[in-house]
């Protein structure tokens, strides 16, 4: 049976859902949330350690600036009101991507991280204003910055995800199989599922079938 230690999720198809239900791309994404909550509980379930969630790309902000603002009030709203829970919850909050965000949002992401940087029951790691081949760049920068040799150790030493492993399972909801600029180097090796559902319709059963699947894959790495 192969360990599962971290899974990371592509959580597409809010807006669509938005429209097909509700007549609102922005009520897609409140909807969405509610689908984070049930996740993050089931991988504490299934003890999962880590779990990456692509909540907003450095290509989102090509979308309407009155969807990009409700974004981040749903993300205020989510820090304030949540984070007494994920406090006793044991529950461990880390942001990747680059923080080029309102004062107000730096201080909440950094407040979360601080209130939750001890706990050891699951990291939740949230990719926000995230982009893979950014990511890369940056790392390559600091490399020369410091005069190091380029390789895959420097390499993943300088990623968001440095102290993170790498993800065993990716899923992606929404019926869209690409990987969106996500996670590039940390996926190399990941099983990748693709769901047909969106995001908002995503529940416990779909995603004990992906971990069940997951767990009868052989993986060989390379090998034979």
Known sequence: MNPLNHVAIIMDGNGRWGIKN???????????????????K???????????????????????TKEIN???KLLERFLVTKIKIFEKNNIR?????????????????????????????IQVNIALNYGAKQEIINSIKKIFKM??????????????TFDVPNPDILIRTGNKKRLSNFLLWQLAYTEIFFEKKLWPDFNSKDFKK???????????FGGI
């Open 70 to 72: 409700y974004l981040y």
């Open 147 to 160: 005069k190091k040799r380029i390789n895959e150790k420097n390499i993943e030493k300088f990623l968001y």
């Open 93 to 121: 909050l880390n942001f990747i991507g680059d923080r080029n965000f309102s004062i107000k949002i730096k201080n909440l992401l950094k407040s979360a991280e601080k209130r939750t940087s001890k706990n050891t029951l």
């Open 22 to 40: 509700r007549k609102s791309r922005n009520e897609g994404h409140k909807e969405g949330i509610k689908t984070v909550e049930l996740i993050i």
């Open 42 to 64: 089931d991988s504490i379930k299934h003890k999962i350690k880590y779990l990456t969630l692509f909540a907003f790309s450095t290509e989102n902000w090509k979308r309407p």
């Open 210 to 220: 992906i971990l069940n699947m997951y767990k009868k894959i052989k993986r060989n």
